[in-house]
């Protein structure tokens, strides 16, 4: 049975660079800088190639996510691309560029965004570098983001990175302002050449992940789904394209990536990682979309 069968759902990384620097980010891409793609991301066409070969080889949802995927001056196109080859649309993004005038160059065409949202203290923020240089977000400007996407009727998600930055804050609060449909917590993950070199002061056990989702999990009762992620479940239970077009996992611990998709298609370049369906259904990957 094809990966797509199972796994319905692909994130497309098409951006390497990012306008924020968080200390614990482990989809840096760093190691494909200096030989693999020095620019960080492929030209347009090639992109827009990518997404189709995704389309086409049975995936049914697409993340668009990076670095920062706003940043990319093509990504309307990407997004509009896709809905026309009938996935649904999908930006993980830090939000720090969600504008009305943005969402217009998609034309309706964009069904998600997840919005990634540690902390809504700015000091926080600065301490684990989620800032752009004009400084942190703040929780207004957090909030009227989120506005703007239900304005425009773009369902919205929120991602959290549970560090020892954001240990002992309890964020529920904030939740239950922004009202997103799904809010997912994720246990910081170390990953060889992406952020080893600074993840260290940002991890935390399983037990600390686990007493964080425990403490901000009452949002629940008011109809937000809470999907909890620790590092078992994130391992192995995407399917996940990097900025040269080409599928990695994160299996041995860092990154392992397999041949060119525009080069070898969809289905020889899957031969080459791993992705555990069984993982994939256990953090509530399957939803109505």
């Known amino acids: 049975m094809r990966i797509a069968n199972q796994v319905p759902s692909v994130n497309y990384h098409l951006w390497k660079p990012c306008n924020m620097k968080c200390g614990f980010c482990f989809a840096t891409f760093q190691d494909i800088h200096s030989n693999i793609l020095p620019k960080g991301h492929l030209g347009r066409e090639d992109c827009l190639s ?41 930006v993980v993004t830090n939000g720090s560029r969600i504008t009305a005038e943005w969402l217009k160059s998609v034309n309706g065409s964009l069904d998600w965004v997840a919005l990634s949202i540690d902390s809504v203290n700015p000091s926080t ?39 020892q930055g954001n240990l002992q804050e309890n964020l529920a609060d904030f939740i239950l302002k922004a009202r997103p449909e799904r809010w997912k917590l994720l246990q910081v993950l170390p990953v060889k050449g ?79 990682v791993s992705v555990d369906p069984e993982k994939f259904l256990s953090r509530n990957g399957r939803y109505d979309w």
């Open 50 to 90: 990518v997404v189709e070969s995704l389309a086409q080889a049975g995936f049914r949802k697409i993340n668009f996510a990076g670095g920062e995927p706003t940043l990319c001056p093509w990504l309307p196109d990407l997004i509009r691309w896709a809905k026309i080859l009938g996935l649904t649309t999908s």
């Open 125 to 163: 923020l600065s301490r684990t570098g989620r800032e752009t240089r004009s400084g942190p977000m703040s929780e207004h400007d957090y909030l009227r983001a989120i506005d703007i996407l239900k304005q425009h009727l773009v369902r919205v998600k929120i991602n959290t990175v549970v560090t």
């Open 194 to 272: 992406q952020n080893d070199h600074t993840v260290g002061k940002f991890v935390v056990s399983t037990y600390e992940f686990d007493d964080y989702v425990r403490s901000n999990r009452w949002v629940e009762a008011y109809g937000i789904t809470v999907v909890p992620e620790n590092n078992d479940l994130m391992t192995g239970s995407y399917v996940m394209v990097d900025p040269a077009g080409r599928f990695f996992d994160n299996v041995a611990g860092d990154h392992t990536y397999s041949r060119s998709i525009i080069k070898g298609g969809v289905e020889e370049a899957l031969r080459d």
